[in-house]
């Protein structure tokens, strides 16, 4: 199973555009860390890119790289910021009104952050009914907003001397939508688009803006957008990798830690009840219950498939799972979960689990915006197109091929990672047998 | 990497002896689930042997066994079970006292349960403060005791007519030892022996016993026992399979599970105070600072090597790590933890975790002695020996060669117990690599 | 202050009738508790009627009696129970149902509580949604419907020879319903029940029935039921207590206790979460939007009223409060709370407590039946008649005389009600200034 | 029980000296809060004599004036700020070094507070042996300590111009002690400070120094100090008030909330568990096994009192009360605290409370200092001397006259201050009986 050689990789050079939609407190907190990391001021951590390590070989060959030192990845100082939002604020007000950072580290990268206005946002109120924004693009059909994107993608390039692009998705969760016949092919997804078709949400637009300009495209929210055959199709079609859905943090991240540990010891689960408090901008659009399904749906699915009922019907057949999301402004930008996990053992006697998560969203997020950024421009660099299923370590929903169920194991997903880098360096893929240690 | 064609593995025909050191809670659960299963009465949850299952080949295979049909396993129906106690009392007797299972149940075990007496205990006060046994063997010198265990052994194998036999130490935990020299080799700790020292404690007479005997041991306590160069070279020179220490129950199986998700996502680590409630026979023995000490060292050293601090100073250098342990009657064989986690993310911002995990002892240690004996068994008639590396997964502090440092990773124990199974069987080890389905 | 004489009251002699609305988990765990304490097989914890004392007079009088031996209440074996409820399952098949008390415990007062069968039920779903009884009283009209429970009141007293009686509410929380002018007056009421209105819950019949049949009544969920001008005006008539809302029990309880301690010491409040999770059929019930309006607005208004926010505004003006109550059946009758409260102190520094609380809800209900059953009689037999605020005590939305505000500070409503007896004994008042030892 | 005219109150006129013994967390936090709520910076939250307010009369009444235009308590702007410490940092860089307040906060204090700078500290190693000051006083005698103590009052009286002054001990818990021979009059107490005998600790020569003086003594740690016969003698000699021990803050403070709540209700209780982390030079001096048993008899003692186990045996008899402390960096001034509660209600039925107290020990402490100082300044202007048992409300330990036991309940504490206030005034004591409002 090892390779000789690895795989051909573009090398990393010019500067990297990384366009958010969503100038909000997770893409200001990822900004200002990045400039603070360039400074010294403070360390990227929660990265796997910047502070992440990879064993090699055997355990006695201590052969244990950074990771940005063992593939090519793109530099932080190369790094250039754009933004969609629909509100006029730069990143240094928005900064300041997320209340994430402190304002003293904020008043030191204030030229940096002030210089970074937002474009104005492809917005349509039908699809998060509780903002309300005024930085809104204007256009008669959702073709023709694409085409303005498209646009300014083009035009951030030429400004900035971009080498290389990529777009990432960091604002509000739209409302629920399932998948509509005019997401089947990209033909029907144009057609839609040129005729305002409702089915057409707005994260679908920037999206197909990205793709149509070979820009890699991440979704870090539970929304449809780029995970639809016609996206999909198109990726494919110009050589483009996608990857989503939902940044995996807070809840759903012990989720995932939590969930494959019982499993791997074969306790059974009676139920599962998960609450939050938040009190920023998050909570407040998913206080619209159109928005919440979206989420929730991103958020339940987690466990049918970690703990897998169908291999293992005494342990996790019929579970209760309840998730709940209140807005309760105390919080700001701190999100506080509370988990009550009802869990037996031998003989099925019941034990309990509980566990609060005092945690901050954007802090927690931040450092995956970095990572997916490097990562999809490594992944193009390699030729690597369409779903990045490895990436499935960052998403609550991970995209996969038709065929495959997503995998949610936190563990397994690093696992994944980790070999597919290995692959791509022609290292042997680490399997943790070591028998050869005890002949 | 595929081996083609496996392991030679005797089959698992005739009696497999089961002998606990030890009647208490952690035992008679055990038994009493056992006999429960094989009357149908209750379901052997938390037992990898019983209910686990594995892939095989691709996912798109769906080839997903029960381990007990992937690996010749001995049945339920052929266990014999064998103890040495301190204490008279029945396995009946034992079980009511202990107090984990209902009275109900018990009693329509009670014929089985009622016919196992245990055997006179090796037992010192010396190494258990807090205990103070009646039924316990003499002789001139541990070498003698030595003697009539192995008779014992021998007897109980004639008597029961069993083809193979396993021992499990499932007493309490022994007062705090450094290895001595004595411990070195075979030759010294056979003089040792003889000579009455100090250095070698009840559980290693035990251990010494079993092996001279060709029968497999396992340490389900923090104590040295077996983990000794001296009795090492014992098993290997007999063929013996052996495997250590302390079951992974509670606390730390959680600590295993959270401690590798925060480092999978490269999030540091202030502090983690873990404190512990509990009120039976196990907390009083605990409360002695001795005793504790032995099983502080096994709780403690599980994150430095998780978390690989000489990797990741700047995450995990200089945490403050608390671990308490309090007899409160009022729990009774319920072990209750409370973790305070205090890490860092993005820019070194803090957030906290706190997890309160309601328990049972004995009711997530019975199905690990369950696993242990028919694996043990298994490895046996694989033609293994020495430290079962593999096992680690049941382990606490486990043993491994001495160039290695241990695994604590609950979930790459997993991969490596599995990936040991495929190995035996021949199948292909699984590296989640999977980039095959994106061609 | 002190009250020479006391005031008269008629002696407990001969059976009180205890007439139970609804025979589910409350109410069987009131009656079986008081059968298994008449017999010796268990203690009526939680009851200040069995188990308080009262301290009399001063510190160093050590005069400390039993409040039952304090005040003339009926004997344990005075009581006889009758009950109405939508299933003809009797006490025993309830009690099962219900899963509160172990089976071990019911199976050894089996021939009591069979002979405890139902009477039919006046109900109507469009008053509880989640509820389909089968076990229902039929008649033309709403009036019709309380001249036959007024009979079967009269007939039950007559069959047991019972010389006096009390009636409590311990069915489901009814839909929300404001107060309608037809409460206005008896007058008006008693046309309404003639026509059949719909202003008329099924709650009122029963407390109108009640009151005309000079029986007292106690009110235990959150239902307007006997808290307007119309009943209120009948018992004062007919001389009758009456006193409600809502048991106090849990998360509640916790809540009066803890929001008089942060007042006590002037600690500000910016936000209070609340959420319980249960699995019986109150979880049911309540998992009906209407009916949780009802519950909602006895759960919020206890911290307004407790914190006053007109007097402190600097504290506690602006809060968040929410109330969540989740059904989840693996708690079944057991339910459980988590509080999360953000308090602030000196310089408004911000601090956090949570709060768990494992509970069982019917655990903590039947004992206030008991005192609630006791102290109306009591009451009755004192010549009070009309709303008995000292027993706001065991209520979540204590009534009051409308000129008021109710007390809902804990230690407020115990000193109320102890003064109470006091004050009928003729005892001095208890006023805890005791400047007198330092003279 | 009214009283006509209350008590002749001295005008609270000119400056009042508050000497504060130890500038660490605590004094450093109230010095600057002082100076903060002076400036309007800030609100004196948590301060009962600043933000209280007392009900007189009838509830229809609406009379509720704050407690500080009830009775005369001296201006905060008449409030000059002394202090002892065994380091010479100012009131600026001990607060900063605390760590408790935001530096932002302190720097516009800066002025008022580096002008505080302690006297040099009278300590003794032996009595706190982890800490090791170098700001010391020296003397001969202990006697010789003393009156370099007096001489130091007095010298700042005049030189601040103070009409009148307070003593609060704000420094760490010294070793457990035992009451002696020595302490039992004024006279063997003066002949032990001039022995040097080693029952006289470092705080009783403060207090002595205090109360020879003229001016009131508070104890907020648990050490015995003035809680003695021979400095009690000395109180009332002199016609001081004095009061102690132990602020009442974080965990048990939360004790004497629920403890009572439990047992208004007669809740059994089988156990209570209280952890604590804490980081701060508290807990360093806590770590040692001296100090904490002072402590522990502190804390441990509230339980007890309050709930009265001679008079409920059945609910509070043998239950098991266990009090830890944590030395845990990570949290800084912040204190959390976990406890676990055992209790159980009707027919024995067991339930669970678990609370998790993230607080702030200085934040929670400062306003008591604040309101101490004004009381027992209000006290000596009243004529009040010795023990002032109405001021237990601030207290863990409470000092009582000899004949009764300290009263622990919070709500009953409340009651007793306010309703000596009211005392004072010549206004009716509150009884909550409210019978009128029915009649």
New interface residues.
């Given amino acids: 199973?090892?390779i000789e050689k690895g795989v051909e990789i573009a090398p990393a050079q010019g500067k990297l555009g990384v366009l958010l939609v969503g100038l909000g407190a997770v893409s200001t907190?990822f900004i200002a860390?990045v400039e603070?990391?360039k400074r010294g001021l403070?360390?990227?951590?929660?990265?796997?890119t910047q502070?992440?390590?990879i064993r090699l070989g055997k355990?006695?060959e201590n052969r244990?790289p950074k990771i940005k030192d063992f593939v090519p990845l793109a530099e932080l100082d190369d790094l250039v910021f754009g933004a969609w939002d629909i509100f006029p604020d730069s990143a240094y007000e928005a900064a300041l009104q997320a209340g994430v950072?402190e304002k003293e580290?904020l008043v030191q990268l204030k030229p940096q952050l002030q210089k970074i206005k937002p474009m104005r946002a492809v917005f349509d109120q039908r699809y998060v009914k509780r903002l309300n924004g005024t930085h809104i693009k204007e256009g008669k059909t959702k073709m023709d907003l694409a085409e303005q994107l498209i646009e300014e993608i083009a035009e951030f390039k030429r400004r900035n001397r971009c080498a290389r692009m990529v777009m990432i998705w960091a604002a509000s969760t739209e409302v629920f939508m399932k998948p509509h016949p005019v997401h089947r092919s990209l033909q029907s997804f144009e057609k839609a688009l040129k005729e305002n078709h409702k089915a057409i949400a707005p994260s679908m637009i920037y999206a197909y803006a990205a793709l149509r300009s070979g820009v890699p495209f991440a979704n870090g929210a539970p929304n449809l957008t780029v995970d639809i055959p016609a996206l999909i199709e198109l990726a494919n079609q110009n050589g483009v990798p996608i990857c989503g859905k939902d940044f995996k943090t807070g809840q759903t991240?012990?989720k995932t830690?939590?969930a494959?540990?019982l499993k791997?010891?074969?306790?059974?689960l009676?139920?599962w009840?998960s609450?939050n408090?938040l009190g920023n901008r998050d909570g407040e659009v998913l206080d619209d219950p159109d928005s919440f399904k979206t989420k929730e749906e991103s958020k339940l699915s987690v466990l049918e498939y970690i703990l897998q009922p169908e291999?293992?019907p005494?342990?996790y057949k019929d579970?209760?799972h309840?998730v709940?999301i209140?807005y309760?402004?105390?919080?700001g930008d701190n999100k506080?979960g509370?988990d009550?996990i009802?869990i037996?053992?031998?003989?099925?006697?019941p034990?309990?689990?509980?566990?609060?998560?005092?945690?901050?969203d954007?802090?927690?997020a931040?450092?995956l915006v970095l990572d997916l950024a490097l990562f999809l421009d490594l992944a193009q660099r390699a030729g690597?197109k369409?779903?990045q299923?490895?990436l499935s370590?960052y998403f609550k929903s991970p995209m996969?091929?038709p065929?495959?169920?997503p995998?949610h194991d936190?563990?397994?997903q690093?696992?994944?990672l980790k070999?597919?880098l290995r692959?791509l360096r022609g290292e042997e893929?680490?399997?943790?047998?070591?028998?050869e240690?005890?002949d």
Same sequence: chains 1, 2, 3, 4.
């Fill in positions: 199973m090892a907190t860390g603070a990391v403070a360390e990227p951590i929660g990265s796997l502070m992440g390590t355990r006695t244990v950072l580290l991240l012990m830690i939590i494959p540990g791997s010891r074969l306790l059974g009676h139920g009840y609450t408090i291999i293992y005494q342990l579970f209760s309840l709940r209140n309760y402004p105390p919080r506080e509370w009550n009802d037996f053992g031998w003989l099925g006697y034990m309990q689990i509980k566990i609060n998560f005092l945690c901050r954007s802090i927690l931040a450092p690597m369409g779903i299923e490895w370590f996969t091929a065929e495959l169920y995998e936190l563990f397994i690093l696992m994944k070999n597919t692959y893929l680490i399997t943790h047998l070591g028998l240690y005890y």
